[in-house]
């Protein structure tokens, strides 16, 4: 899938209603990106790291942040 135009510069986008965070990079169906993007209902991060998605509350997605969710 293509990379949504706002999030060219991103790696990680978050879904403020279910409070967790994709990895764009690796991301699958199953994360419906084109659906949040178009619900507008997305969060970027600063910076655009998973360790502050996390401090910020989000959860990794297992489907598309499952190789790096145990960093840490
Ligand atoms: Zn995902």
């Known amino acids: 899938m293509s990379r949504p135009t706002r999030f060219e510069h991103n790696q990680y986008v978050g879904d403020k209603r279910s409070r967790v965070v994709h990895d764009l990079d690796a991301a699958t169906d199953a994360c419906a990106i084109d659906e949040l993007m178009a619900s507008e209902q ?5 910076p655009d790291s998973l360790a502050e998605a996390r ?5 990794p997605h297992p489907a598309c ?3 790096t969710a145990t960093g840490g």
């Open 42 to 46: 997305f969060a970027a991060f600063g």
């Open 55 to 59: 401090n910020r509350g989000y959860r």
């Open 65 to 67: 942040t499952v190789a």
